[in-house]
Nanobody
Framework: VQLVESGGGLVQPGGSLRLSCAAS????????MSWYRQAPGKERELVAT????????NYADSVKGRFTISRDNAKKMGYLQMNNLKPEDTAVYYC????????WGQGTQVTVSS
């Protein structure tokens, strides 16, 4: 049972990144998928959620209109497209799958800086 994130890195303000989350060892399509983030000295916060069948999504107010969560159940992949990035988006981003219990990835660092 595993989630592996990728796609993080250093980007300038206003730039874009696409995070990926690869699932293995469980039936990904049965799980709600979310992205969380944790900045230094702050608590982990929910960024975006997508239901198991896709379609219905929810976002934190701070990222609405800039981030898009999606999933491809056939490929067992989840994604977070992040546009118009701001310095305050700097954090470790975690993929989460939930169905009564949580599965977490190891996280990927996103740094927004000029």
């Amino acid at each position: 049972v595993q989630l592996v994130e990728s796609g993080g890195g250093l980007v300038q303000p206003g730039g874009s990144l696409r995070l990926s989350c690869a699932a293995s060892g469980f039936t990904f399509s049965n799980y709600v998928m979310s992205w969380y983030r944790q900045a230094p000295g702050k608590e982990r916060e929910l960024v975006a959620t997508i239901i198991s069948a896709g379609g219905s999504t929810n976002y934190a107010d701070s990222v609405k209109g800039r981030f898009t969560i999606s999933r491809d159940n056939a490929k067992k992949m989840g994604y977070l497209q992040m546009n118009n990035l701001k310095p305050e988006d700097t954090a470790v981003y975690y993929c989460n799958a939930r169905r009564g219990y949580n599965i977490w990835g190891q996280g990927t660092q996103v740094t927004v800086s000029s």
